[in-house]
């Protein structure tokens, strides 16, 4: 797929096809110029009424868009530049415009929760996906963060998505090819597991960048440590401090990364009448963490970790907890867990001592407050994607 042209097509930017009428429509071919010029037959063009209510319709000719307020035919919008505004049978105004990648995202059919566009473009800037990488992303979902990553690797890059369910990936397929028009050549998906399955399809340290969004990313931490190259970055998107605490000890464990750095991002919208400009009653909240490190060279030992940990950071089982602090010996039979856990490193921090109520915890959507995601709603977006797939 190319981006580089000389400017904006004249309309028709795309094939012909006999209208109604019995000339010939424009139609949309994909790619670059399926988001310029013109609206042609198969654009998807969102429009906007006087309230700010949105509404997304894929053009075709001769179709009607219908509401409680009348309806407005396809065909006026046929061959209007994008910007237009135009009324429908009831005189109803409505400003059309092609979709943002966000607006996008916000509005496709899903299975899984998507990842939300502030959070993607955090994920693209600071894990520093650039055009030609090579980039694995697990799990793909309904295809949201797919998106944002296949733009900024661009026609050079490769992007392999691994996918548990077939279903998920199926829908994160179709929001994906409905969104450019066409496949995108640089991207694959894998169904399977990533830790059995990515050995298999990438050979070692030629990975680029790697973005985690699953329930638990640190069983992948050794797997993906051998995919990736020395300087390679490893993002992990965890929704609870609980998976980011684990995530976090594990990388530190492993020997092969750098000091792990962890944020969240907010956004607070503004009220923009007048003298009255304040900030919204509303904002989007929390919306999940994100984790970034780099790998190491092989057989290269971080620089020493000066900043101990605070007093009790690690609980009982912790340099500063109670248990390692009476120098009591551990019982006879004492669990091989503890001691494997309570090994401190050549600074004297835990290798990894994640609390004892985590043991063994059994890391599950509803474990960690998501809701469930019902198979009706899953088979739903499934069957929409499939029928308004673009052949």
């Known amino acids: 797929m190319t981006t580089d042209h000389d400017g904006p097509p004249a309309w028709p930017t795309g094939d012909t096809q006999t209208a109604p009428s019995g000339g010939t429509q424009a139609v949309s071919t994909g790619g670059a110029q399926a988001r310029r010029g013109a609206f042609v037959v198969g654009d998807r063009v969102q429009l906007t009424d006087a309230k700010e209510r949105l509404h997304t319709i894929t053009l075709e000719a001769g ?17 209007q530049p994008e910007g237009s505004v135009v009324a429908n049978t009831a005189g109803i105004e409505y400003l059309a415009l092609r979709p943002l990648l966000a607006d996008y995202v916000m509005s496709m059919p899903r299975g899984a929760a998507v990842v939300y566009p502030k959070d993607a473009g955090q994920i693209v800037t600071m894990g520093d996906i650039y055009p030609g990488a090579r980039v694995v992303e697990a799990g793909v979902g309904s295809g949201a963060l797919s998106m944002s990553l296949l733009r900024a690797i661009g026609a050079d890059g490769e992007l392999i998505s691994f996918e548990r369910r077939a279903d998920f990936a199926d829908i994160a397929a179709g929001n994906v090819r409905a969104f450019l028009g066409r496949s995108h050549a640089s991207w694959r998906i894998v169904i399977g597991d990533l830790t059995e ?52 000890e594990t990388v530190r464990a492993h020997g092969g990364f750098t000091e792990p750095s962890a944020w969240e991002s907010l956004v607070r919208g503004w009220h923009l009448e007048g003298l009255a400009v304040r900030p919204q009653h509303r904002m989007h909240g929390h919306t999940g963490f994100l984790l970034t490190t780099r790998r190491l060279a092989d057989g290269v030992a971080a620089p020493r970790r000066t900043r101990r940990p605070a ?14 602090t009476t120098g009591a010996p551990p019982a006879t039979g004492a669990d091989p867990l503890f001691e494997q856990e309570t090994s401190n490193g050549p600074d004297g921090i835990p290798a990894a001592a994640p609390d004892d109520a985590l043991r063994g915890a059994e890391w599950t959507p509803e474990a960690l407050g998501e809701r469930p995601i019902s198979d009706k709603k899953v088979r739903r977006a499934r069957r929409s994607v499939t029928e308004t797939m673009p052949s």
Do not use: I, N
């Open 63 to 79: 179709r009607e868009f219908h509401t409680h307020q009348g309806r407005l035919l396809h065909d006026a919008l046929l061959g």
């Open 197 to 248: 399955a990515l050995p298999e399809q990438v050979e070692a340290s030629s990975v680029d960048r790697v973005v985690l969004d699953m329930l638990a990313p640190w069983e992948c931490v050794d797997v993906v440590g051998d995919a990736l190259r020395p300087g390679g970055v490893l993002t992990c998107y965890v929704a609870t401090t609980t998976q980011l605490s684990r995530v976090a």
């Open 311 to 324: 007093k009790g950071a690690y609980g009982e089982s912790g340099v500063d907890g109670a248990r390692h």
